[in-house]
């Protein structure tokens, strides 16, 4: 069926990009409806967010063309996008600290007035019953007199989109929004797409996620290794389906766990207290004890004191009272690197702050955990051959996508390639305790069903595992035994095969038994 170039609001053919050693976008053509959620699916570095960079103007295509409400467009930045009415909510939001919420949203397209007819000022009232006046009819909920450095992460991402709609954008990019949410953020962000859709509005949704593709979209384009595999409509196409043409094999949507083989107490919590940097109280008296061969998985709303629990186990956070007690030795006040050395492994949650430097290669960032011992180093000498070998290593068995190998610097990958990196250097230390927080966070269906794999035959190696996930399927799939944290305390230890994902989700709510 011909469709007539005016029923599309943006179309892309042909579009090739390349970056050195890869080719970001090979030959691709989406077709865009107006007002429908048009969902682009593919693994960490398939392509999905450089394709929609140059819809913003961030990039130009190397060949093919571009066409917005059937006018060929040549972007040579956002703002020559903005005036097409596009604009694009980032992965890593772009905002000042210390500005308002209002100053944010109005940052370069500021209202001027001029005081006694000759003093130019920015009319910030204005602006802000503008934002206030947009945020109710959007359902957004947010306070233009807030300060930014003052609000949590889901009423940052709402500043973002609101800058957009501020800025009278027609077409909304999102590019992976919910990727640092809680279930419940990303519900309420949901509902926000459902009634800028009802506005009259077109977006982009750019994803690994295919429960919310399912929920919200009405077409999904699949982009794999750079190259348009597949349009579906999202209806009539099952989530199978589309995760199989996502990864290009059969995926398994749970992991198959074999019976727990229990050993002796690895690690042992005991009434433990942590404040943070404000002074407050964060962790609220915690004990509990880990097995060799357990999975023990924090469960929690965000913000409720487990990552500050991680922090305390490793070294990273300051306990002010209780224990804690590593393979019979109390390891309390001992620094990060002895930790490291008795045998600890650490993923943390914001990996790019803790877990690589970013303006290393991907070679370094792999040996930061051995470069002072054999066979890395002899005699206070590095050995740049062997440090390769290993980075090598990791990128094949952990399926880590980098244009150029083990010299790629870690900032040029994307979030999830950075992620499985940092997996992959702390599991294949092999050492009695793994500390996971957020291990799969950013990263799609293959890459989520390898590290499952993995953390599951470290398990089975006889690691004990402290698993600290807000992802509640994620914790009932890989925990042996579960415990829910609440407001910085633990309210209910127990065997992961009494308890059921309702159960855990009115504990994670504060909810203890009537």
Not at 213 to 223: H, Y
Request: aromatic fraction near 6%; charge should be negative; include cysteine.
């Amino acid at each position: 069926m011909g469709a007539n170039k005016e029923e599309y609001i943006v179309e892309m053919r042909h579009i090739t990009k390349r970056f050195p050693g890869i080719i970001a976008n090979d030959d691709v053509t989406i077709q865009v409806r107006k007002g429908e959620i048009y969902a682009l699916l593919g693994e960490n570095g398939a392509g999905k967010s450089t394709l929609m960079s140059m819809l913003y103007g961030l990039y130009e295509p190397d060949y093919g063309e571009i066409y917005v409400r059937g006018e060929k467009v040549e972007f040579k930045s956002p703002a020559e996008a903005a005036a097409r009415n596009i604009g694009m909510v980032h992965q890593h939001f772009k905002l000042v600290d210390n500005y308002t919420v209002g100053e944010n949203i109005v940052l370069g397209i500021e209202p001027m007035k001029k005081a006694l007819g000759i003093f130019p000022y920015v009319d910030m009232k204005e602006a802000n019953e503008k934002i206030r006046s947009l945020s109710k009819e959007y359902g957004l909920e947010v306070n233009p007199t807030d300060l930014i450095s003052d609000i949590n992460v889901s009423i940052r991402q709402r500043v973002e989109i609101m800058k957009m709609l501020y800025r009278e954008a027609e077409i909304l990019i999102f590019d992976e929004p919910t990727a640092i949410l809680t279930p419940q953020e990303v519900e309420y962000l949901l509902k926000i797409m459902e009634e800028l859709r009802k506005g009259g509005k077109t977006i982009i949704l750019i994803t690994h996620k295919i429960e919310e593709i399912k929920k919200v979209a009405d077409r999904c384009a699949i982009l794999r290794r750079g190259r348009l595999i597949d349009i579906l409509d999202v209806k009539t196409t099952s989530t199978q389906e589309m995760a199989n043409l996502m990864v290009g094999r059969n995926v398994e949507l749970s992991t198959a766990k074999s019976k727990p083989n229990y050993g002796d107490i690895v690690l042992s919590v005991k009434n433990l207290t942590v404040r943070n940097e404000e002074k407050v109280q964060v962790v609220k008296g915690i004990s509990f004890d880990v097995r060799a061969g357990e999975i023990f998985a924090v469960a929690g709303v965000s913000g409720n004191g487990q990552v500050e629990l991680a922090d305390a186990i490793t070294g990273l956070e300051k306990i002010e009272s209780g224990s804690v007690t590593f393979l019979g030795k109390d390891i309390t006040n001992e620094s990060i690197r002895s930790r490291t050395e008795a045998g600890i492994s650490y993923i943390p949650e914001d990996r790019q702050k803790f877990g690589i430097f970013m303006d290393f290669s991907l070679r370094d960032n792999m040996a930061i955990r051995r470069y002072y011992k054999e066979p890395f180093s002899h005699k206070g000498i590095f050995n740049f051959a062997e440090s390769e070998k290993y980075a090598t290593q990791i990128i094949g068995d952990y399926d880590v996508r980098s244009g150029q190998g083990a010299k790629t610097i870690m900032r040029s990958m994307s979030g999830g390639n950075q992620q499985k990196a940092i997996v992959g250097r702390e599991i294949e230390e092999h050492t009695p305790l793994i500390v996971f927080v957020q291990p799969t966070r950013g990263l799609d269906m293959g890459a989520i069903e390898n590290v499952h794999k993995s953390i599951l035959a470290e398990r089975d190696r006889g690691a004990a595992i402290v698993l600290i996930s807000l992802e509640l399927e994620e914790v009932m799939n890989l925990a042996d035994t579960i415990g829910v944290i609440y407001n910085g305390q633990l309210l209910k230890i127990a065997d992961a095969g009494t308890l059921t994902s309702q159960d855990v989700g009115r504990y994670m709510m504060g909810v203890t038994e009537a």
